[in-house]
Nanobody, 117 residues
């Protein structure tokens, strides 16, 4: 089993920045590909970003490209999501997720990000 704990959410104004963190435990962190997802009120959960175990490859959804950056520190078992130039439409609960193969099987409890206009 993998346990994931997110932190770093909060209430900010449009244009501000936030950095989310997610600490993993339960399996060697290098075995895990990590992802970030979000779910806005009344909407389905959507993919935000993913990073390979080495950190050498990242993928982003179009709406956050150029504003968000995903990174990881394998020595600290931690993945980060740096969010810049935040917009009201970025308001959501952000979830950290982990997978060993094709499917994300492990999820954190989520952290709320609210961006006011």
């Amino acid at each position: 089993q993998v346990q994931l704990v997110e932190s770093g959410g909060g209430l900010v104004q449009a244009g501000d920045s936030l950095k989310l963190s997610c600490v993993a435990s339960g399996r060697p962190f290098r075995q895990l590909e990590m992802g970030w997802f979000r779910q806005a009120p009344g909407k389905e959960r959507e993919f935000v970003a993913t990073i390979t175990w080495s950190g050498s490859s990242t993928i982003y959804t179009d709406s956050v490209k150029g504003r968000f950056s995903v990174s990881r520190d394998n020595a600290k078992n931690t993945v980060y999501l740096q969010m810049n130039s935040l917009k009201p439409e970025d308001t959501a609960v952000y979830y950290c997720a982990a997978r060993l193969f094709t499917q994300y099987n492990y999820w954190g409890q989520g952290t709320q990000v609210t961006v006011s206009s």
